[in-house]
């Protein structure tokens, strides 16, 4: 055995590097959720113009987390940034009843993108802390998940706020980067 | 290494002599020297050091000190170090200067993070009125609908109803949005119409809440510190603030259309951008930032 494969042998492999897109109506917590996953102060954000992006390790996985806005605005730009995404995560507001007809419109229409076919997703029914959310067997219901045939998708309530939950969706997100359909 | 090495040494061994060689050679304290030897805000900051790292239990308490105890503390000061007033006249006028600056900001601080953390509440009367005197200074000749509309994207929320809109800044968000269209009405209708632009626009209120979060977040860094020593004569009060905020928001309007980004998606990347800008400007001891109108 040469030295330099040894050598390259003792370099350990790099992380394997995963595209994330975070996506989900205005208020649902995807900045927060981005910041908590990076352990970052949660008490000051602001609205999301545009998008935010962090690199996060974990279990042997460098996530790179896309949070784009949820304005109506700027949804039409959610597009620019689906190339190569392995796992799309959709923030839920849970307790925003008002706007499940909404945000269920939005995630079908993403389901049905092209560039985004057989692309494994997790769906996030946030804000579990507060009193009047909906519990996420209700969401998966009324936005009709089980009907979701052409990939692997999960349902994970959680607290952006208190983390609770969100390293399980993690988890599962983990083990399913390599689940694309082709 | 080195250099925190030689701090740690600086701070607690040769301060000490270096202070006591000086004072030998002048006859005066540090803080008589300092007083005599700047100005402005480069002074009060040089005072505000000297205070800190002083072993001295009264000159220490002296940078928290209320605004109604400030001139006691000065005389309590002068006893201490045997400042004579008849020799120095000018000694008390400026230490009372520079402790109304010192305290005033840290008092600022309070009350800026009071109303931060103050989240905006649907039900309460004065919060909704504000709302909507806000609506009414930016838009005079247009009646809302309703209280929850698609309108209130006009003059650039997110959605249908604004209260999900100020989160982390809580009511600080709209008293400042409110301030800047009330002092300032011609300029903010004209940025507003900017912010319309059909390529280079973008949503109006919830930039001004992320210029929100620009200005807490240099007051809370003492960043702002040197700017309103040099800017207010005495303490910085909410209304200072106020016009800090109105400074960003006309610079970083002038600041987005100079640099013509691509689009809405890189609002960030340019925040980010201007926020350093700003940073630098506020290293400079010289440094007042205020409106040019």
Same mark, same amino acid.
């Given at each position: 055995?040469?030295?330099?494969s040894?050598?390259r042998? &003792?370099?350990s492999?790099? !992380?394997q590097e995963?595209? @994330?897109?975070?996506l989900?109506?205005d208020?649902? %917590?995807?900045?927060?959720?981005l910041k908590?996953?990076?352990?970052?102060?949660?008490?000051?954000?602001t609205?999301?113009?545009?998008?935010?992006i962090?690199?996060?390790?974990?279990?042997?996985?460098?996530?790179?987390?896309?949070d784009?806005?949820?304005?109506?605005?700027?949804r039409?730009?959610?597009?620019?940034?689906?190339? $190569?995404? !392995?796992?799309?995560?959709y923030?839920?507001?849970?307790?925003?009843?008002?706007?499940?007809?909404?945000?269920?419109?939005?995630?079908?229409?993403?389901?049905?993108?092209?560039?985004?076919?057989?692309?494994?997703?997790l769906?996030f029914?946030?804000?579990?802390?507060?009193?009047t959310?909906?519990?996420?067997?209700? /969401?998966?219901?009324? &936005?009709?998940?089980?009907?979701i045939?052409?990939?692997?998708?999960?349902i994970q309530s959680?607290?952006?706020? =208190?983390?609770?939950?969100?390293?399980?969706?993690?988890?599962?997100?983990?083990? $399913?980067?390599n689940?694309?359909?082709? | 290494?080195l250099i925190?090495?030689?701090?740690y040494?600086?701070?607690?061994?040769?301060?000490?002599?270096?202070?006591?060689?000086?004072?030998?050679? =002048?006859?005066?304290?540090?803080?008589?020297?300092?007083?005599? %030897?700047?100005? %402005?805000g480069?002074?009060?900051?040089? @005072?505000?050091?000297?205070?800190?790292?002083?072993?001295?239990?009264?000159?220490?308490?002296?940078?928290?000190?209320?605004?109604?105890?400030v001139?006691?503390?000065?005389?309590?000061i002068?006893?201490?170090?045997?400042?004579?007033?008849?020799?120095?006249r000018?000694?008390k006028?400026?230490?009372?200067a520079?402790?109304?600056?010192i305290?005033?900001y840290?008092?600022?601080?309070?009350?800026?993070?009071?109303?931060r953390?103050r989240?905006y509440?649907?039900? $309460?009367?004065?919060?909704? +009125?504000?709302?909507?005197?806000?609506w009414?200074?930016?838009?005079?000749? +247009?009646?809302?609908?309703a209280?929850?509309?698609?309108?209130?994207?006009?003059?650039?929320?997110?959605?249908?109803?604004?209260? =999900?809109?100020?989160r982390?800044m809580?009511?600080?968000?709209l008293?400042?949005?409110?301030?800047?269209?009330?002092?300032?009405?011609?300029?903010?209708h004209?940025i507003?119409?900017?912010s319309?632009?059909?390529?280079?626009?973008?949503?109006?209120? /919830?930039?001004?809440? $992320?210029?929100?979060?620009?200005?807490?977040?240099?007051?809370?860094?003492?960043a &702002?510190?040197?700017h309103?020593?040099?800017?207010?004569?005495?303490?910085?009060?909410?209304?200072?603030?106020?016009?800090?905020?109105?400074y960003l928001f006309?610079?970083?309007?002038?600041?987005?259309?100079?640099? +013509?980004?691509?689009? @809405?998606?890189?609002?960030?990347?340019?925040?980010?951008?201007?926020?350093?800008?700003?940073?630098?400007?506020l290293? !400079?001891?010289?440094?007042?930032? =205020?409106?040019?109108?």
């Open positions: 055995m040469g030295l330099l040894i050598l042998k &003792l370099k492999a790099p !992380d995963v595209r @994330i897109l975070l989900g109506l208020n649902a %917590g995807k900045t927060t959720l908590q996953l990076a352990s970052e102060d949660i008490s000051h954000i609205p999301t113009q545009g998008f935010n962090k690199s996060v390790q974990s279990q042997g996985f460098k996530l790179n987390v896309w784009i806005g949820g304005q109506r605005k700027i039409p730009y959610w597009r620019n940034y689906f190339e $190569n995404t !392995d796992v799309l995560i923030v839920i507001d849970s307790a925003d009843r008002k706007r499940f007809e909404e945000t269920g419109q939005e995630l079908a229409e993403l389901l049905d993108e092209e560039k985004l076919s057989g692309v494994p997703v769906i029914a946030n804000k579990q802390d507060l009193l959310a909906a519990p996420a067997s209700e /969401i998966a219901e009324g &936005l009709n998940l089980h009907t045939r052409d990939r692997v998708w999960q959680c607290s952006a706020l =208190t983390s609770e939950g969100v390293q399980d969706g993690m988890n599962w997100v983990c083990k $399913n980067v689940a694309k359909k082709k | 290494m925190s090495m030689w701090r040494l600086y701070r607690h061994f040769f301060r000490f002599w270096v202070k006591w060689i000086f004072r030998m050679v =002048t006859r005066k304290c540090e803080l008589q020297r300092i007083c005599e %030897g700047f100005v %402005g480069e002074r009060t900051h040089k @005072i505000e050091n000297a205070l800190t790292l002083s072993k001295n239990q009264v000159l220490q308490n002296a940078t928290s000190v209320n605004r109604s105890e001139e006691e503390c000065v005389e309590d002068m006893k201490e170090k045997n400042i004579k007033p008849k020799k120095d000018r000694f006028i400026c230490m009372k520079c402790l109304l600056q305290s005033g840290k008092q600022l601080y309070l009350d800026v993070e009071n109303v953390k989240p509440d649907s039900n $309460n009367q004065h919060h909704e +009125e504000l709302l909507m005197k806000l009414r200074l930016l838009m005079p000749n +247009e009646k809302l609908k209280r929850i509309t698609k309108q209130w994207s006009d003059i650039g929320f997110q959605g249908d109803d604004p209260k =999900t809109d100020f982390g809580g009511l600080l968000g008293v400042n949005l409110v301030y800047f269209s009330e002092n300032y009405t011609n300029e903010a004209r507003l119409s900017h319309n632009h059909p390529t280079l626009g973008y949503s109006y209120a /919830i930039v001004g809440i $992320n210029l929100t979060e620009m200005a807490y977040s240099l007051l809370k860094s003492d &702002l510190k040197v309103f020593y040099n800017s207010v004569p005495s303490s910085p009060t909410m209304e200072h603030f106020h016009q800090f905020y109105c006309i610079e970083f309007d002038k600041f987005w259309f100079e640099e +013509e980004p691509e689009s @809405i998606m890189y609002f960030n990347q340019y925040r980010e951008k201007f926020h350093e800008k700003i940073k630098r400007l290293l !400079d001891y010289r440094v007042v930032l =205020t409106l040019k109108i």
